[in-house]
């Protein structure tokens, strides 16, 4: 009954490496770059709920293999710590949804014409987030007495499928007028950079979409079993991933902008500042594609997808 959680527990750790690792090219790229302050906000609020959650996973594998060893009575009851988890990916969850859509909100509003696409995304995040931390509330409350939640499994369900459509409507809201802007695009360089915007906002979604699905699946089949542990654990460090990848992403969105030889660098005519992606001209240079004033020709500034 433990195997779950200790696979879980490892693959969460090496997530946990693997967010250690983007931090530190985030934290060394910010200090060339000026990053907005709503930025460092998120990534260190992230950064501690990820810790939390770290201290938690290892709090529940010493009890499990360290101080109750073979003993099934360990999993029928709850600590602190395992109802803690729902809660903290629920939290790292909605700090990446919402983080997400603040930066796609100007672009989404000119490329829809409407300002209610991303406010109702963000409740749809709100919901997803308020069941988690329910969930959690549940756990507390019960977590003498397994046997009693047996309840929870419709609050789950509807927690995970919650945050898959809200993954799955973010990555849409992104993918979608960027797919029709690059079929009317006449520019090489347009195209390019919306390859690279569009394949960052697939991989961003799509992860977490793919691992939710078999989490939801194993949940609904298994859900007296200890197999969802090994979800649990691990969920949250891909939300994690995905937000400092998204970040270290704009510098190979940037490297678009450099000649073959990386000694003569152009100045950039497409400017991703880290907060707006804004498809002009540059000022100090105007060239074959500087003509044009964005990938529809139209000269204005498109809030950054990524």
């Not at 654990?233 to 030889?261: P, S």
């Amino acid at each position: 009954m433990s195997g779950p959680a200790l696979f879980g527990a490892l693959f969460g750790y090496y997530f946990m490496g693997l967010y250690t690792l983007q931090l530190y090219r985030h934290i060394s790229a910010s200090l060339c770059l000026k990053e907005r302050p709503s930025v460092h906000v998120v990534v260190v609020l992230t950064t501690l709920l990820e810790f939390l959650q770290l201290i938690c996973v290892t709090h529940i594998i010493i009890d499990i293999l360290i101080q109750h060893p073979g003993d099934p009575s360990v999993f029928q009851r709850l600590s602190l710590s395992s109802a803690s988890l729902p809660a903290l990916n629920g939290l790292v969850a909605f700090l990446v949804q919402s983080f997400r859509l603040r930066r796609i909100h100007s672009f989404v509003k000119q490329a829809c014409g409407s300002t209610y696409v991303c406010p109702l995304t963000f409740l749809l995040c709100l919901c997803q987030c308020g069941a988690a931390l329910g969930i959690t509330a549940m756990l507390i409350h019960q977590r003498d007495d397994v046997q009693q939640l047996s309840w929870l499994k419709p609050a789950s369900i509807t927690w995970l499928s919650l945050s898959m459509a809200s993954d799955a409507l973010v990555t849409a809201t992104i993918v979608l007028p960027l797919l029709e802007w690059k079929a009317s695009s006449a520019f090489d360089r347009s195209r390019r950079i919306l390859n690279s915007v569009i394949l960052k906002a697939v991989e961003s979604g799509s992860i977490t979409v793919l691992f939710t699905i078999p989490y939801l699946v194993v949940y609904v089949k298994y859900h007296q079993s200890t197999l969802g542990t090994a979800f649990e654990f691990i969920v949250g460090r891909l939300y994690a991933n995905v937000l400092l990848a998204t970040l270290n992403a704009r510098e190979k969105v940037r490297q678009l902008e450099f000649d073959g030889d990386l000694s003569t660098r152009r100045h950039l005519p497409w400017i991703m500042d880290g907060e707006a992606l804004s498809l002009g001209p540059s000022s100090e240079e105007g060239d074959a594609d500087g003509d044009a004033r964005s990938v529809m020709g139209s000269g204005r500034p498109v809030g950054n997808p990524v």
